[in-house]
């Protein structure tokens, strides 16, 4: 069974920097996509990033491109997030996915309980 668990959310400040992980278990292959989540109260979920296995591309929404990067440790079977530059508007709670393909397409079936990320001075 897929299980994906995320880590390293907390509080930061404005333009701070923060790195959020998440950590996957159950795939019957070394090969699967991740992508990242946010929804803020009130407001729909969004997609931030996506990291495809199949050739380890990176997709970012226009919002991040440039302040948030993923790189992955095959090794501890992890993705990271990591956030720069960051906003008060990036407040959210942040939920890794996992499609069932290789590739960064919906629909993402594998969901992780999220983490709290909150910018505010």
């Known amino acids: 069974q897929v299980q994906l668990v995320e880590s390293g959310g907390g509080l930061v400040q404005p333009g701070g920097s923060l790195r959020l992980s998440c950590e996957a278990s159950g795939f019957t292959s070394d090969y699967y996509a991740i992508g990242w989540f946010r929804q803020a109260p009130g407001k729909e979920r969004e997609g931030v990033a996506c990291?495809?296995?199949?050739?380890?591309?990176?997709y970012y929404a226009d919002s991040v491109k440039g302040r948030f990067s993923l790189f992955r440790n095959n090794a501890k079977n992890t993705v990271y997030l990591q956030m720069g530059s960051l906003k008060p508007d990036a407040s959210a709670i942040y939920s890794c996915?996992?499609?069932?393909?290789?590739?960064?397409?919906?629909?993402?079936?594998?969901w992780g309980p999220g983490t709290q990320v909150t910018v505010s001075s």
């Open positions: 996915a996992a499609p069932r393909g290789l590739q960064c397409v919906p629909p993402f079936s594998y």
């Open positions: 990291i495809s296995s199949f050739d380890g591309t990176s």
